[in-house]
């Protein structure tokens, strides 16, 4: 991904039109996949190198804050929008982040267990998603 500055969007920014919102993380997820390239090793081995969706690669590419997007991906902002009228639009970006973040941790575990991704790294981002070890509530 290319550096492209522009300023931060405000929660309010991000969840004004749902089906822009929408729009802009199918654009990630279809540059994700574009710069898939399969190598083929001397071992005849397949290794696939591809950009890995992330939160961080999300909030980059939607020009956000990932604590933004970590607080609607967990329903953890009790705040309501400033306008009324935002409310319905902030549950449909949660219900469209959270499908996200679903996806996220699907394509990291897939490329962990097809031995794509190093281990380590991949516990690592499951552990930060919450998928592996200790539980929130404890």
């Known amino acids: 991904m290319p550096f492209d500055f522009q300023p931060m969007r405000t929660?309010?920014?991000?969840?004004?039109?749902?089906?822009?919102?929408l729009d802009d993380v199918k654009a990630y997820f279809d540059y994700c996949e574009s710069t898939r390239e399969e190598r083929e090793l001397k071992n005849r081995d397949l290794r696939i190198?591809?950009?890995?969706?992330?939160?961080?690669?999300l909030s980059q590419w939607l020009h956000c804050h990932r604590t933004t997007l970590?607080?609607?991906?967990?329903?953890?902002?009790?705040?309501n929008p400033?306008?009324?009228?935002l409310e319905?639009?902030?549950?449909?970006?949660r219900d469209i982040?959270?499908?996200?973040?679903?996806?996220?941790?699907?394509?990291?575990?897939?490329?962990?267990l097809n031995g794509d991704a190093?281990?380590?790294v991949?516990?690592?981002m499951l552990a930060r998603y919450g998928e592996i070890g200790e539980d929130k509530t404890s």
């Open 11 to 21: 929660k309010a920014e991000l969840i004004a039109d749902p089906q822009k919102l």
């Open 118 to 120: 190093e281990d380590r």
């Open 88 to 93: 319905d639009a902030q549950k449909a970006a």
């Open 82 to 85: 400033a306008e009324d009228s």
């Open 122 to 124: 991949s516990q690592a």
């Open 97 to 112: 982040l959270a499908y996200v973040k679903q996806e996220i941790v699907l394509r990291l575990s897939t490329r962990a």
């Open 70 to 79: 970590n607080r609607l991906m967990d329903e953890d902002d009790t705040t």
């Open 49 to 57: 190198r591809e950009v890995t969706p992330s939160i961080l690669g």
